[in-house]
């Protein structure tokens, strides 16, 4: 018994830490096509499941979901079989099975402690934000630090991010580029501001703005909005102090980031043809009825409008269209319905609203970034706003 109750700090430390890091460790290699983040989650539950003896608890709501998409995954690739190699879509369905036992297997309230996984996660969003200021004072200087193992990255992702944004005046910290940066930090900013951790907060503005990324700094700047209203005990002369120096560190740097700026990137002509938020739309003309109503398959896009058309076409779009583009209406609907009603699980509105935010913006259908961040819902759900709760009697 002794022994046991020694080797549970172990575990829940290697715990805590592969699901703080699990961005990360998502983009490097692992075994066959299972990436390495995955493959250490898989080792970890099975340890899991044989310590507590098989007493396991899962997420049956999500596991239901994800297993229906698997089946309507499946049945998309048999109707496509004469256009596009059905071989692709198995090897897709089989990824998004594994993908579903994951998922459901963590994604729960009882998979972290609050108050300990906070210190996870804000221990790396601090040195992944120190790290990407540093990254970018030293490209000023002429010397580029790329912060990740690129021959040990997935060849898929390799394949993807040819050019690495540091080496062209964008700085993506320890993450493939700056919008996975912001990604991790946004939950992990808002968490500190509530939680009246000030400090920690501003070096992860500092490096959100640094990152040039559109939607963090965007996002970052409503988390800081809404705290601020909700915090009426803050001085006016400390708000006005808040807002004049973030307007002015944005006027005077964002420009010097990037040659489009976030005010242009915003405007409804950009956002039409951007092919992260509206652009996707246009993907849909290639669709018959069958296709609309059941989608092209999980990842099987490209593949897909290659097939009848010379138009050409890679795997992305913002999470939103692409799960229709991928499932249809009928597998979008069911997978959008789910996460919808998220919104009455959790007290904290802040991070279903971040997790929105970045849902039509980036694609994160059923990768690292929306297992991390479907796990910080869950989490901590029993907050209000990123702050405990406190009970009666508390002060």
């Known amino acids: 018994m002794k022994s046991e109750v020694k080797k549970q700090p172990v575990f829940q430390f290697i715990k805590y830490s592969v699901l703080a890091l699990i961005p990360v460790l998502s983009i490097y290699k692992g075994v066959w096509f299972i990436e390495l983040g995955s493959l250490i989650l898989l080792v970890i539950m099975v340890a899991d499941i ?21 089946c309507l995954n499946i049945t998309t690739g048999f109707i496509h079989m004469s256009t596009i190699d059905i071989t692709g879509t198995m090897n897709n369905s089989i990824d998004l099975a594994l993908k579903a036992v994951i998922f459901a297997y963590y994604i729960k309230k009882s998979t972290a402690e609050a108050d ?7 221990a790396v969003a601090i040195a992944a934000s120190i790290f990407i200021i540093v990254q970018y004072i030293l490209y000023t200087r002429g010397i580029i630090v790329i912060g990740y193992f690129r021959n040990l990255v997935r060849e898929s992702l390799r394949a993807s991010y040819v050019t690495i944004p540091i080496m062209y005046g964008r700085p993506n910290s320890i993450f493939l580029e700056p919008a996975h940066y912001s990604t991790y930090v946004l939950p992990v900013f808002a968490l500190s501001l509530f939680r009246k951790k000030f400090i920690p907060a501003l070096v992860m503005i500092a490096g959100i703005i640094v990152s040039t990324s559109t939607t963090g700094i965007a996002a970052a700047i409503i988390i ?11 001085p ?13 560190v944005l006027a005077m740097n964002i420009s010097a980031f990037t040659d489009v700026s976030v005010f242009e990137k915003l405007r409804f002509s950009s956002m039409k043809d951007n ?8 993907y849909f003309k290639h669709y018959g009825p069958i ?7 999980h990842n099987r896009l490209a593949e897909f409008v290659r097939a009848i058309s010379s138009t050409k076409v890679d795997n992305g779009a913002n999470a939103l269209i692409f799960s229709f583009l991928g499932f249809g209406i009928v597998g979008g609907f069911l997978w959008n319905g789910y996460l919808a009603s998220l919104f009455k699980l959790s007290r904290n509105k802040m991070l279903f609203l971040i997790f929105v935010m970045i849902y039509v913006t980036d694609q994160i259908i059923f990768n690292r970034n929306l297992f991390y961040l479907l796990l910080l819902i869950f989490v901590f759900s029993n907050e209000e706003h990123g702050a405990p709760v406190l009970k009666d009697g508390e002060t």
């Open 50 to 70: 044989i310590r507590q003896k098989g007493n396991i608890e899962v997420n049956k709501r999500l596991l239901i979901v994800l297993s229906a998409l698997v």
């Open 116 to 122: 300990v996984f906070f210190k996870y996660i804000s």
């Open 224 to 234: 800081a909005v809404v705290y601020t209203v909700r915090h009426n005990n803050i």
């Open 236 to 248: 006016t002369i400390l708000k006005w102090t808040i807002f004049i120096a973030g307007v002015t």
């Open 275 to 282: 092919i992260r938020v509206f652009g996707a739309f246009q």
């Open 291 to 297: 296709d609309v109503l059941f989608g092209a398959g």
